[in-house]
C-alpha cells in the first residue's frame, strides 16, 4: 500500500508523542530497527517506521517509577517551555510504546521476564496491568534525545498531526526485538544505506520523517558514533515547511532557502519533492546515502 500525498490542511494541535530509534553495531555499519504499519492502519499504513505513538494519560503513573529525576529528563530534552512532567511522560510514552510494538522492555528485568511480560501484552492485557504489580523502574537513561518533529498542518503523507520526541536505544543484552502482528506487520534490522536504497528501488515505502532520520543515521558507522553526535547537541526541532510548486509538493527543512531557519539542522537534502509517487531529494539517491 503506497503512501498518497494529502493536499488539505488539518489545523488540530499535534499530538504529543515519542518515538524510539533502535541501533545496535552491526558487522560493518550501523544497523537501524524498523516496524512495517499493518496495511489498514489509519496512520501510514504499509510504511516502516521506527516504534512509537502517542503520549497516554496513564503514563503519568509511571514518572515516580523513572529511574531519572524529571528535572535531568527534563534538562535532557532541551525545551524550556515544556513542563517537567510532561518531559518525564515523554520518556515514558516512548518506553510503553517500544515495548508494546517491538517487544523491549527498557527495565531492569531479565530476558525471561520481559519476554513473558511481551506475551501478556500480546495476549490482550494493558501495560500497566502487566507492570504495575512489580517493583521495577523503567530505565530513562536507557533513552538518549535526538530529535523533535512537528506535523505541519500539510501533513503530506498523514491525516493526523504530532509532536514527536525521537530517542535513540539500544536493545538489552538477552532481549530480541520483533513485532506485535497487530499494529506492524513485519520487522527488519538494517543498515541506514540498504534501507534507503529499499525505498529508492520502491521495495520499501517511508515517510519523509523516517527518510531525514536514515539520513542522518548513514552518516554514523556505529552505535558509539551516533549517541556521541546526540549528546554532543541539543535535540534539533524540525518543523518541514510544505510548499506547492507548480503542482509539485516541496517539503522544506531548516538551511533551505524556503525555510525560515537558515541553519541547517540535519545532514542530507534540506528538501524533498513529491514525484513517481513519493519523496525524493534534487540530487537524487546519492544525496541521501552521502555518496
Not at 534538562?75 to 515514558?92: M, S, W
Request: one cysteine or more.
Amino acid at each position: 500500500m503506497a503512501l498518497e500525498l494529502i493536499t488539505q490542511r488539518n489545523h488540530e494541535t499535534p499530538a504529543p508523542s515519542a518515538s524510539v530509534v533502535l541501533l545496535r553495531d552491526g558487522a560493518d555499519e550501523l544497523e537501524v530497527f524498523l516496524l512495517r504499519r499493518h496495511g489498514q492502519s489509519s496512520v501510514l499504513g504499509g510504511a516502516y517506521v521506527f516504534p512509537g505513538g502517542k503520549v497516554d494519560a496513564a503514563d503519568a503513573r509511571w514518572v515516580e517509577r523513572l529511574d531519572r529525576d524529571r528535572e535531568t529528563l527534563h534538562t535532557l530534552l532541551g525545551e524550556p517551555g515544556l513542563a517537567r512532567d510532561e518531559a518525564a511522560g515523554l520518556y515514558v510514552a516512548a518506553m510503553r510504546e517500544l515495548f508494546e510494538e517491538a517487544g523491549i522492555l527498557l527495565a531492569e528485568v531479565t530476558p525471561a521476564q520481559a519476554a513473558q511480560a511481551w506475551a501478556a501484552l500480546r495476549a490482550g492485557q494493558h501495560f500497566d496491568a502487566v507492570l504495575a504489580p512489580t517493583d521495577l523502574k523503567l530505565a530513562a537513561s536507557a533513552l538518549q534525545p535526538w530529535s523533535r518533529w512537528i506535523t505541519p498542518t500539510l501533513s503530506s503523507v498523514g491525516r493526523r498531526r504530532f509532536d514527536t520526541r525521537f530517542f535513540l536505544a539500544t536493545v538489552p543484552p538477552g532481549q530480541d526485538a520483533g513485532h506485535d502482528e497487530h499494529e506492524a506487520t513485519e520487522s527488519l534490522w538494517i543498515a541506514p544505506r540498504a534501507a534507503l536504497r529499499q525505498y529508492w528501488d520502491n521495495r520499501i515505502d517511508l515517510a519523509p520523517p523516517q527518510i531525514m532520520s536514515l539520513t542522518h543515521l548513514a552518516r554514523h558507522r556505529d552505535v558509539a558514533s551516533a549517541f556521541a553526535a546526540a549528546r554532543a547537541r541539543q535535540p534539533p526541532c524540525i518543523r518541514p515547511e510544505p510548499h506547492d510548486v507548480e503542482g509539485t509538493r516541496v517539503l522544506c527543512y531548516p538551511g533551505d532557502p524556503w525555510h525560515p531557519e537558515r541553519d541547517q539542522a540535519l545532514p542530507g537534502p534540506t528538501r524533498l519533492c513529491w514525484r513517481n509517487g513519493r519523496f525524493e531529494p534534487d540530487g537524487g539517491l546519492a544525496v541521501l546515502v552521502g555518496e
